[in-house]
């Protein structure tokens, strides 16, 4: 059974920067054959992707995080970043991290992240 888990979130002051990380048990290298994904979910409202990574190792972010957030992933470790900088109040979420293998999605608990003065 494939379990993740992310850490690295807290609280940042605008401008800032955080790691989060997701790491994958119960599975091998799960994160280099199949889809990864760090979504969001903003207080009272739907949960959106923020950033993917593909097998292949092709990106893709929303708009809203374009040039600020960078996904990537060490195989060794099982493990997936999501590098987050210039942080802005809107960045406000719990952020999860997805996999999907053989089509069916994995998801972690989630970890906090708040952004304000």
């Known amino acids: 059974q494939v379990q993740l888990v992310e850490s690295g979130g807290g609280l940042v002051q605008p401008g800032g920067s955080l790691r989060l990380s997701c790491a994958a048990s119960g599975t091998g290298s799960i994160f280099r054959f199949f889809p990864v994904g760090w979504h969001r979910q903003p207080p009272g409202k739907q949960r959106e992707l923020v950033a993917g990574?593909?097998?292949?190792?092709?990106?893709n972010y929303a708009d809203s995080v374009k040039g600020r957030f960078t996904i990537s992933r060490d195989n060794a470790k099982n493990t997936v970043y999501l590098q987050m900088n210039s942080l802005k109040p809107e960045d406000t979420a719990v952020y999860y991290c997805t996999v999907q293998k053989w089509g069916k999605d994995y998801w972690g608990p989630g970890t906090q992240v708040t952004v304000q003065s």
């Open positions: 990574i593909n097998s292949g190792g092709s990106t």
